[in-house]
């Protein structure tokens, strides 16, 4: 067995393989629709568990919980009644585990790495505190506090300023239009939604929105008995949100950011784009455009970042999103006075996507970059885990990744061309800028 | 298979030194590490390390213009990357089996051959201009507090250099910190993966076209004496308060008391670990702030990782507690609650469970450290620099062999709690100067119940005196650091 997935992975890239994903996975229904997706790999001794939860800040539909998604995931950490916080943490430590969580719009991670002999400790503990957690309001309003702290560290970086002022400028209604962090008037709030967050993890956490992913030295039939006997018990009722639907932009937009200190001026102009699931080919397209257009053998990184020098950040593209969001593009400026023309710049390479066929030979240099990329970035089991996340959030399936490789590898530049034309419109885009207010210091 | 990923060989050719990890993986990772860096940055050209190393991993070769190169490397998404610390300068390379001659080729030319050209010097000192005019004084006020608690310690600049030494740097040099330390006798070549037979010893014969050298006398940061505890409060516009703190310690991976005080910190401050006692006592209980670590070595871009970097060997460690912002109103309490965990570590040590514990933990994480070949190839390079055995093997053999008093003594004998460099970034540096120095009680209020133990331990740090006179607590605008 292990022989074999060795001659697997050392399998040429020259040419598109015919399975991008070189690991055989078991992929496993429970009864009560918890998925259990495993990954056996020569890497020896370490074991990922990655607990994809499908639920992220897009869940936040009613006013005044933008944030809350994220702030669940610091309550996962305050324990059951079986197990308070400092038995986790004790059961974590003797397996020498490495554990974190992180939440995004449309998804929630819970990770840990170990040796593997500690595999049936953590999925029974992990099955515990997804099935009884318990936490007292006391410690639910200090958790709100350490919310609160991690804003106040993020809140030096204008980045993350802009990116705020971008979804509230391009959404209206949809939730996508605050940050995963949420809006800071509801962060401040936490403390007092403690029966709101038991609602939340009524409503959400629960086996259908869960994919448990685990991958390293393991034996799949030893990883199926172990998931059935601690995670079978857990009762299904996940309760679907009545997520708004973004109205159709019908006219560009701006924005600006006065910022209040030293800065280099930034500007993220954003399309918008559709779903991931709902139209996995224009998707695939677009992250091929966008290498064309904004990576760093295009003409425009080119001209802007090595020959002109005017940007020394310019980076962007599409990002998967269970409902329509934006291709975006980011540019950091070394002057003011050339924010204008870079804005130029930017806009009229992705219009030329519209009417001018791109090079064959550049389509097939981007498809080979895509392909190696993902065969470089599975270099360890906790990697591999990793990278498979955020498309399982959304498809709950390694086998997407395979999918979207074929299509890649299907895509022409006439097809590359009628996704330009239909996302690269003015009556889509938004553009917010940054820049150091007149008179800061 | 396995036994072939065991294979290890270190050969001393001459003055060059190879570390070879044949394996079965086709993806080939490349780690050149010069001994040498900012530390041999003439005075007056501080910088001129990191720029070079940028000019070789991110500039045109003599061959190919910059852009050229992203065009061959790009279908293979193979990269090259550069890291210059103190005393290493680090290149990386990583491709695919499938690629590796034509990446060869190109990476031999970069870093043998470079282009030297103009606009690619202008480029890369804008990055480091930029990096320390605005994302380090601007944009990431933790990074800020433990950058200005090394320069303060150790009189040295930030290895990416001075923003008025890099303004004036030219090819020359460049091309001269080049000729006198990217010598073979500085040189280690480590190689991981599915490399054909025969190419460790063409890699080997190639870079002997570098000149053969001698060691780099590397100069040894003397840390500056400190008399007493002093302040500095770095002055500018953000939302709230971080803190840094610490001092010179003696102990480095090659001190034999480094795996005593390994265990310490474990316990004590681990990096973004919810288990260290400073992040229970400060943030899970108290809610304070995101979290508080304490390191025993240096960490650079913590906040965005969660394993520290290999190649960043330093002959001078420094002890640092890390307080993540806290919100205005209650930084005077946070820091005196800080150096509370810091008297209670020195005073009452581990006790002998939490000793157990900690062990337990580290024998087993140690490994995750080296879950990429890369990170393997710097941990084996680092443990040359340090003269240590492999490093994940030498940590569980110093630990196990370690008795909860040989960790409590290595505690005593190498902290402290007296004559700290203590750093914090703040708007309000005058209000924060006035309640230092004023040394009045800072009761804490909390939003929810606290237990009776927790309150009244409050009262105790509440009143802790800082004992600080006008001359130890200074205020100093940002943009005088870094200049």
Same mark, same amino acid.
């Given at each position: 067995?292990?022989?074999?997935?060795?001659? !697997?992975?050392?399998?040429?890239?020259?040419?598109?393989?015919?399975?991008?994903?070189?690991? $055989?996975?078991?992929?496993?229904?429970?009864?009560?629709?918890?998925?259990?997706?495993?990954?056996?790999?020569?890497?020896?001794?370490?074991?990922?568990?990655?607990? !994809?939860?499908?639920?992220?800040?897009?869940?936040?539909?009613?006013?005044?919980?933008?944030?809350?998604?994220?702030?669940?995931?610091?309550?996962?950490?305050?324990?059951?009644?079986?197990n308070?916080?400092?038995?986790? +943490?004790?059961v974590m430590?003797a397996a020498?585990a490495?554990?974190?969580?992180?939440?995004?719009?449309?998804?929630?991670?819970?990770?840990a790495?170990f040796a593997?002999e500690a595999l049936q400790l953590i999925l029974e503990l992990e &099955?515990d505190?997804?099935?009884?957690?318990?936490?007292?309001?006391?410690?639910?309003? %200090?958790?709100?506090?350490?919310?609160?702290?991690?804003?106040?560290?993020?809140?030096?970086?204008?980045?993350?300023?802009?990116?705020?002022?971008?979804?509230?400028?391009?959404?209206?209604?949809?939730?996508?239009?605050?940050?995963?962090?949420?809006?800071?008037?509801?962060?401040?709030?936490?403390?007092?939604?403690?029966?709101?967050?038991?609602?939340?993890?009524?409503?959400?956490?629960?086996? +259908?929105?869960?994919?448990?992913?685990?991958?390293?030295?393991?034996?799949?039939?030893?990883?199926?008995?172990l998931?059935?006997?601690y995670?079978?018990?857990?009762?299904?009722?996940?309760?679907?949100?009545?997520?708004?639907?973004?109205?159709?932009?019908?006219?560009?937009?701006? &924005?600006?950011?006065?910022?209040?200190?030293?800065?280099?001026?930034?500007?993220?102009? $954003?399309?918008?784009?559709?779903?991931?699931? +709902?139209?996995?080919?224009?998707?695939?397209?677009?992250?091929?455009?966008?290498?064309?257009?904004?990576?760093?053998?295009?003409?425009?990184?080119?001209?802007?970042?090595?020959? +002109?020098?005017?940007?020394?950040?310019?980076?962007?593209?599409?990002?998967?999103?269970?409902?329509?969001?934006?291709?975006?593009?980011?540019?950091?400026?070394?002057?003011?006075?050339?924010?204008?023309?870079?804005?130029?710049?930017?806009?009229?390479?992705?219009?030329?996507?519209?009417?001018?066929?791109?090079?064959?030979?550049?389509?097939?240099?981007?498809?080979?970059?895509?392909?190696?990329?993902?065969?470089?970035?599975?270099?360890?089991?906790?990697?591999?885990?990793?990278?498979?996340?955020?498309?399982?959030?959304?498809?709950?399936?390694?086998? %997407?990744?395979?999918?979207?490789?074929?299509?890649?590898?299907?895509?022409?530049?006439?097809?590359?061309?009628?996704?330009?034309?239909?996302?690269?419109?003015?009556?889509?885009?938004?553009?917010?800028?940054?820049?150091?207010?007149?008179?800061?210091? | 298979?396995?036994?072939?990923?065991?294979?290890?060989?270190?050969?001393?050719?001459?003055?060059?030194?190879?570390?070879?990890?044949?394996? @079965?993986?086709?993806?080939?990772?490349?780690?050149?590490?010069?001994?040498?860096?900012?530390?041999?940055?003439?005075?007056?050209?501080?910088?001129?390390?990191?720029?070079?190393?940028?000019?070789?991993?991110?500039?045109?070769?003599?061959?190919?213009?910059?852009?050229?190169?992203?065009?061959?490397?790009?279908?293979?998404?193979?990269?090259?990357?550069?890291?210059?610390?103190?005393?290493?300068?680090?290149?990386?390379?990583?491709?695919?089996?499938?690629?590796?001659?034509?990446?060869?080729?190109?990476?031999?030319?970069?870093?043998?051959?470079?282009?030297?050209?103009?606009?690619?010097?202008?480029?890369?000192?804008?990055?480091?201009?930029?990096?320390?005019?605005?994302?380090?004084? @601007?944009?990431?006020?933790?990074?800020?507090?433990?950058?200005?608690?090394?320069?303060?310690?150790?009189?040295?600049?930030?290895?990416?250099?001075?923003?008025?030494?890099?303004?004036?740097?030219?090819?020359?040099?460049?091309?001269?910190?080049?000729?006198?330390?990217?010598?073979?006798?500085?040189?280690?070549?480590?190689?991981?993966?599915?490399?054909?037979?025969?190419?460790?010893?063409?890699?080997?014969?190639?870079?002997?076209?570098?000149?053969?050298?001698?060691?780099?006398?590397?100069?040894?940061?003397?840390?500056?004496?400190?008399?007493?505890?002093?302040?500095?409060?770095?002055?500018?516009?953000?939302?709230?308060?971080?803190?840094?703190?610490?001092?010179?310690?003696?102990?480095?991976?090659?001190?034999?008391?480094?795996?005593?005080?390994?265990?310490? #910190?474990?316990?004590?401050?681990?990096?973004?670990?919810?288990?260290? #006692?400073?992040?229970?006592?400060?943030?899970?209980?108290?809610?304070? #702030?995101?979290?508080?670590?304490?390191?025993?070595?240096?960490?650079?871009?913590?906040?965005?990782?969660?394993?520290?970097?290999?190649?960043?060997?330093?002959?001078?460690?420094?002890? @640092?507690?890390?307080?993540?912002?806290?919100?205005?109103?209650?930084?005077?309490?946070?820091?005196?609650?800080?150096?509370?965990?810091?008297?209670?570590?020195?005073?009452?040590?581990?006790?002998?469970?939490?000793?157990?514990?900690?062990?337990?933990?580290?024998?087993?994480?140690? #490994?995750?450290?080296?879950?990429?070949?890369?990170?393997?190839?710097?941990?084996?390079?680092?443990?040359?620099?340090?003269?240590?055995?492999?490093?994940?093997?030498?940590?569980?053999?110093?630990?196990?062999?370690?008795?909860?008093?040989?960790?409590?003594?290595?505690?005593?004998?190498?902290?402290?709690?007296?004559?700290?460099?203590?750093?914090?970034?703040?708007?309000?540096?005058?209000?924060? @100067?006035?309640?230092?120095?004023?040394?009045?009680?800072?009761?804490?209020?909390?939003?929810?119940?606290?237990?009776?133990?927790?309150?009244?331990?409050?009262?105790?740090?509440?009143?802790?005196?800082?004992?600080?006179?006008?001359?130890?607590?200074?205020?100093?605008?940002?943009?005088?650091?870094?200049?």
């Amino acid at each position: 067995m292990r022989y074999l997935l060795g001659l !697997v992975l050392a399998m040429s890239l020259t040419a598109a393989p015919s399975r991008i994903f070189p690991y $055989g996975y078991d992929q496993h229904d429970l009864p009560n629709g918890m998925r259990l997706v495993t990954i056996p790999t020569d890497f020896p001794n370490i074991v990922s568990v990655y607990i !994809v939860v499908s639920v992220g800040s897009r869940h936040e539909v009613e006013p005044g919980k933008s944030g809350f998604a994220h702030f669940f995931e610091h309550c996962m950490f305050r324990g059951t009644a079986k197990n308070p916080p400092q038995m986790w +943490e004790a059961v974590m430590k003797a397996a020498g585990a490495a554990t974190n969580a992180y939440t995004s719009d449309d998804l929630t991670v819970y990770h840990a790495t170990f040796a593997k002999e500690a595999l049936q400790l953590i999925l029974e503990l992990e &099955a515990d505190r997804f099935q009884n957690l318990e936490y007292s309001e006391s410690a639910f309003r %200090t958790e709100a506090l350490a919310v609160n702290g991690e804003y106040n560290k993020n809140s030096s970086e204008p980045v993350n300023q802009l990116h705020e002022k971008l979804r509230e400028t391009a959404f209206e209604k949809h939730t996508y239009r605050h940050t995963t962090m949420g809006f800071v008037a509801d962060i401040k709030a936490m403390p007092n939604q403690y029966a709101y967050s038991k609602e939340f993890f009524a409503r959400f956490y629960r086996p +259908e929105n869960v994919t448990l992913v685990v991958v390293g030295d393991v034996d799949q039939k030893v990883v199926r008995e172990l998931t059935a006997k601690y995670w079978g018990p857990w009762k299904k009722g996940a309760v679907k949100p009545a997520i708004p639907v973004e109205p159709v932009q019908t006219a560009e937009r701006k &924005a600006h950011v006065d910022w209040p200190t030293a800065t280099l001026p930034w500007m993220m102009i $954003g399309y918008k784009t559709p779903g991931f699931t +709902e139209n996995m080919r224009d998707a695939a397209a677009l992250d091929l455009i966008a290498s064309l257009a904004l990576g760093k053998t295009s003409p425009l990184y080119k001209k802007l970042v090595i020959d +002109e020098q005017k940007n020394d950040v310019l980076a962007g593209g599409y990002e998967n999103h269970a409902d329509p969001y934006l291709f975006m593009v980011y540019a950091r400026v070394k002057k003011d006075a050339d924010v204008p023309a870079v804005q130029e710049a930017i806009v009229s390479t992705l219009n030329g996507f519209k009417d001018t066929l791109v090079d064959a030979k550049k389509l097939e240099a981007v498809k080979s970059n895509l392909r190696y990329s993902f065969a470089l970035g599975l270099d360890n089991s906790e990697a591999i885990a990793a990278n498979l996340a955020s498309i399982i959030a959304l498809t709950r399936t390694p086998e %997407t990744m395979n999918q979207v490789y074929d299509i890649y590898a299907s895509l022409t530049p006439e097809d590359l061309r009628e996704v330009a034309q239909k996302y690269f419109v003015a009556a889509g885009r938004t553009v917010v800028t940054l820049a150091q207010k007149k008179g800061a210091k | 298979m396995r036994v072939l990923a065991l294979l290890v060989s270190v050969v001393a050719l001459q003055a060059m030194e190879v570390v070879a990890l044949p394996g @079965q993986s086709p993806i080939i990772n490349f780690r050149f590490v010069f001994r040498c860096g900012s530390l041999n940055d003439p005075a007056g050209k501080e910088g001129v390390a990191a720029l070079t190393a940028a000019m070789l991993a991110r500039g045109g070769s003599a061959q190919a213009s910059y852009s050229e190169i992203l065009e061959k490397m790009y279908p293979m998404a193979a990269t090259v990357g550069d890291q210059t610390d103190q005393e290493m300068l680090t290149i990386t390379g990583m491709t695919h089996l499938d690629n590796l001659e034509s990446y060869y080729a190109t990476l031999r030319e970069m870093m043998l051959q470079p282009g030297w050209r103009p606009e690619d010097l202008k480029r890369l000192r804008d990055d480091q201009l930029t990096f320390l005019r605005v994302s380090l004084r @601007q944009n990431n006020d933790e990074e800020l507090g433990k950058e200005v608690l090394y320069n303060l310690l150790q009189g040295t600049a930030h290895s990416v250099g001075r923003v008025s030494s890099l303004e004036k740097l030219t090819v020359a040099d460049l091309k001269a910190f080049y000729k006198q330390h990217l010598t073979q006798a500085n040189l280690t070549i480590a190689l991981a993966g599915k490399y054909p037979e025969g190419f460790v010893e063409r890699v080997k014969k190639d870079f002997g076209q570098l000149p053969v050298g001698r060691a780099s006398a590397v100069k040894r940061v003397v840390p500056k004496p400190i008399g007493q505890t002093r302040v500095t409060i770095v002055k500018k516009p953000t939302l709230a308060v971080a803190y840094s703190f610490g001092f010179p310690i003696a102990v480095t991976r090659s001190h034999p008391d480094y795996a005593a005080l390994l265990v310490a #910190n474990t316990w004590f401050g681990p990096h973004r670990s919810s288990a260290g #006692n400073l992040y229970q006592r400060m943030r899970e209980i108290r809610g304070l #702030n995101y979290g508080d670590y304490s390191y025993i070595e240096y960490f650079p871009r913590g906040m965005d990782q969660f394993e520290p970097d290999p190649n960043l060997a330093r002959r001078q460690q420094i002890f @640092q507690m890390w307080i993540r912002p806290v919100e205005p109103k209650t930084a005077h309490f946070a820091l005196r609650l800080a150096l509370h965990e810091l008297d209670r570590l020195l005073d009452k040590g581990l006790t002998e469970s939490d000793f157990e514990d900690t062990r337990s933990f580290l024998s087993r994480n140690v #490994n995750l450290l080296l879950k990429t070949k890369a990170n393997e190839l710097g941990y084996r390079i680092d443990s040359q620099f340090y003269g240590t055995g492999e490093y994940t093997e030498a940590v569980k053999k110093a630990i196990a062999g370690l008795t909860v008093e040989d960790v409590n003594r290595a505690v005593k004998k190498h902290l402290r709690k007296d004559r700290l460099e203590i750093v914090a970034v703040a708007e309000d540096a005058e209000g924060l @100067q006035k309640q230092l120095l004023g040394d009045g009680p800072s009761p804490m209020t909390y939003n929810s119940p606290k237990l009776a133990d927790i309150l009244e331990e409050d009262k105790v740090v509440s009143t802790r005196k800082l004992e600080l006179k006008a001359a130890q607590v200074r205020i100093v605008p940002v943009e005088k650091f870094f200049q």
